[in-house]
């Protein structure tokens, strides 16, 4: 069966330290496996997708993520935090057949930056 | 460029009031999709659509809703006698092909 799991509710960092938000997966082929973030009452917003080639892969917001096939992994991370970066960050996956249309979600990871 | 939109943004019914919810995709996304958002969790899908057809509705949770997508463009989502469980926030997405963009929700207030 296909999973999701962010293991932390919830990750404190202080302004100007690195971060990092945790996600590993599980799925029966190749992962196709996203990154979004929600700002209070707003939509979901695109961060960064691994498909294939490169492990780290770049997005949004000088965010950027490691595709590790080895521990199922692919975590968020972030060289310096900002304050604004405060908000709930999730973590999809699906299987890498693009018949297979459905994301699995993980349960989000609220992340606050304190000045 | 312009964005997944939806309408309203909130929505407070009373119980057994039907209500609709609108998407305005992405121009030329094929594909769309509905989730349902408790607060603080992730979403849980509720249909998918290819163009106008309608793939995949298994996580509706019951007969109650029922979405639609005529032209394979603006999609509808029609929930009938609401109840107070139904109080949620409704997402949207499109996606032209492995992504999918999100809308800003409407948040619908069961009371």
């Known amino acids: 069966a296909q999973s999701v799991a962010q293991p932390e509710d919830q990750v404190n960092v202080a302004e100007g330290n690195p971060l990092t938000v945790k996600c590993t997966y599980s799925v029966s082929g190749n992962p196709y496996l996203f990154w979004y973030v929600q700002y209070p009452n707003r939509g979901l917003q695109f961060l960064l997708k691994?498909?294939?080639?490169d492990n780290l892969v770049k997005g949004s917001y000088g965010f950027e993520a490691e595709f590790n096939k080895s521990q199922t992994s692919f975590h968020l991370k972030k060289p310096s935090a900002l304050v604004s970066d405060s908000a709930l960050y999730f973590c999809?996956?699906?299987?890498?057949?693009?018949?297979?249309?459905?994301?699995?979600w993980g349960a989000g990871t609220k992340l606050i930056i304190k000045p | 460029g312009a964005g997944v939109s939806q309408s309203p943004r909130y929505k407070v019914a009373k119980r057994g009031q039907d209500v609709a919810l609108r998407c305005d995709p992405i121009s030329g996304h094929v594909s769309l999709f509905w989730y349902q958002q408790a607060l603080g969790q992730g979403p849980e899908f509720l249909t998918y659509f290819q163009n106008e057809a309608q793939l995949d509705k298994s996580g509706l949770p019951s007969d109650r809703f029922f979405a639609e997508r005529p032209e394979g463009s603006v999609s509808t989502l029609k929930i009938q006698r609401t109840q107070q469980e139904d109080s949620a926030v409704y997402l949207c997405?499109?996606?032209?092909?492995?992504?999918?963009?999100f809308g800003p929700g409407t948040r619908l207030t069961v009371l």
């Open positions: 999809a996956v699906r299987d890498g057949v693009d018949s297979n249309y459905q994301l699995i």
């Open positions: 997405a499109s996606s032209p092909g492995r992504e999918q963009f």
């Open positions: 691994y498909i294939t080639g």
